[in-house]
């Protein structure tokens, strides 16, 4: 569409990230509040994904449920949008240096760890804003009215580190998104190698694969994702200080056991699983359709 395959992912990326958030987002409310309930907090008494959903509407209404959108909603289009784009000129770049040939599982794992290092060290202040935003009420007096609201009195008072609370956390988790990418890469490969007359995977094959692959990589590193959470959001509950990384695993494991590493991973599964789903699905058709519009623009200028 734009005459560049890297920015035509790009966009794809954007548009499945706007999709799958504004249909997702009360799931990644309640998860965000189950990751931070640390047994200890009065404010936030939540215990399973339906009981924590009724109780945000019991006490903020359904308006509760989308407390966070607007960082979530940013957050995400930004997000695959600049994942796409660096994964798209990673794997051209690699796939240059094999000659054409197709990548190596560890080519796939590096373009995918590049392109989350990237994007993370980029949107982590808009994740640590949306996990804030999420965990407040709309009776709170010190809430958050809006994200440029959140952006100037963390600056105020945390200064400029304050928006990269629980980066190293981040940094680990961007192996997430390496193991992902590359269980997904492979199981492409493995469809086209057993369907060689398909030109293009099924939309339900899609699903099936980016559901497989999503699971696949937070069974294996959903930990940072708590450990995350509680050390971006330490300044809005008055906890205990968490003195980086090393501190929070300890704590949670003397007062949460290792269960306390997994709170909320199936909420979190629970919206992972539709949201991979239907970003993949959106950045697949996209990809697709700029990719024939091309094709055709090309056959055309030919002619």
């Known amino acids: 569409m734009t005459g560049s ?8 990326g954007i548009g499945a990230g706007m999709v799958s958030t504004l249909t997702l987002h009360p799931l990644e409310t309640v998860k965000t509040r189950l990751q931070v309930h640390d047994g200890r907090i009065i404010a936030l ?3 399973g994904t339906f009981k924590t959903m009724i109780d945000i509407i019991k006490s903020d209404g359904y308006k509760g449920l989308y407390q966070g959108l607007s960082p979530n909603l940013i957050g995400n289009t930004v997000s695959w949008g600049i994942y796409f784009w660096i994964y798209s000129m990673k794997k051209d770049q690699y796939s240059k240096q094999n000659n054409g040939e197709r990548l190596t599982k560890t080519q796939h794992m590096r373009a995918s760890y590049q392109a989350g290092l990237i994007t993370q060290v980029t949107t982590t202040p808009i994740w640590l804003i949306k996990t804030r935003m999420c965990i407040q009420t709309p009776s709170d007096p010190e809430r958050y009215k809006s994200i440029i609201d959140a ?24 192996s997430h998104g390496a193991i992902q990418f590359m269980a ?35 069974l294996i590193t959903y930990p940072y994702q708590v450990i995350r959470a509680r050390l971006q959001v330490i300044i809005i509950l008055n906890n205990e200080f968490y003195n980086g990384c090393i501190d929070a695993i300890k704590k949670i494991y003397i ?10 991973m199936f909420t979190n599964i629970f919206r992972v699983l539709p949201n991979t789903c239907v970003t993949f699905l959106v950045y697949e058709t996209l990809s697709r ?9 090309t056959n055309n200028d030919i002619n």
């Open 5 to 12: 395959k890297s920015l035509d992912e790009a966009i794809a």
């Open 45 to 47: 008494k939540h215990n």
């Open 151 to 174: 952006a100037r009195k963390i600056y105020k008072y945390e200064g400029i580190k304050g928006f990269y609370k629980g980066m190293v956390s981040t940094l680990v988790g961007t």
């Open 184 to 218: 997904y890469e492979e199981m492409k490969i493995i469809y086209k190698n057993r369907y060689p007359e398909k030109d293009n995977s099924d939309a339900l094959s899609y699903i099936v694969m980016a559901a497989s692959s999503k699971v696949f990589a937070t």
């Open 255 to 264: 007062r949460e056991g290792v269960s306390g590493y997994y709170k909320g």
């Open 289 to 297: 359709c700029f990719s024939k519009k091309n094709k055709k623009e």
